[in-house]
């Protein structure tokens, strides 16, 4: 089994951090009367090549989750929080999200991340899939948690180690390591807690 250190390890943010696709399936339910999406119905990170729904509200519905996500009612995913504050007790966390701006995604995880000094927590939006493997490269970060084959492939590709976050959209056969929860990553860290 692998171990790694804290400091060699940064994350994605949407379906590995953020529980986006259940903030998703909410605001379609809530705000379109869509009642038909389940999780598991995602298949494909694409969200328009799975789920039977206009590309204008599912364009609307995304927007909604990176404006404002204490409005969409963003919840962390399960054992996110535990390990990053975890992780923070040896080093500064990084994210790297494809999302254009960071500040309201920023602000979400200084508020589920209350306990950890904000100087701990650095983000970096690239506004696009493919600027990662570069943005990790230059963090110099050697692992990353990822929930988009694609992306893991770049940042292989690029040298370096992709971890997947199993969703259903990302369930293709990959080489990659596969994690299911954030506990069984827990137990990959060489951490103090």
């Known amino acids: 089994m692998i171990k790694i250190k804290p400091q060699d390890i940064a994350f994605d943010i949407d379906g590995v951090v953020a529980d986006t696709m259940s903030s998703f399936i909410q605001i379609a339910k809530d705000h379109f009367g869509i009642n038909s999406i389940r999780k598991e119905d995602i298949t494909s990170y694409w969200l328009e090549e799975c789920l039977d729904i206009p590309e204008t509200v599912i364009k ?4 909604k ?3 404002d996500p204490f409005g969409t009612k963003l919840k962390p995913i399960e054992g996110a929080v535990d390990t990053i504050k975890a992780i923070c007790k ?5 994210f790297v ?3 254009p701006v960071k500040e ?5 995880l200084y508020t589920i991340l209350e306990d950890v000094p904000q100087e701990r927590i650095r983000v970096v939006a690239t506004g696009q899939h493919a600027m990662k493997p570069r943005v990790l490269k230059e963090i110099g970060k050697t692992y990353f948690l990822e929930d988009h084959l694609e992306t893991c492939q770049a940042i292989h590709l690029a040298g370096l180690r992709p971890i997947v976050f199993d969703q259903p959209w990302n369930r293709d056969d990959t080489p990659f390591l596969r994690i299911h929860n954030w506990n069984q990553l827990k137990r990959l860290l060489e951490t103090d807690g």
């Open 65 to 67: 989750i990176l404006e």
């Open 97 to 99: 999200t494809a999302r």
């Open 104 to 108: 309201p995604i920023t602000e979400w």
């Open 60 to 63: 609307e519905i995304i927007n």
């Open 90 to 94: 040896n080093c500064p966390v990084y």
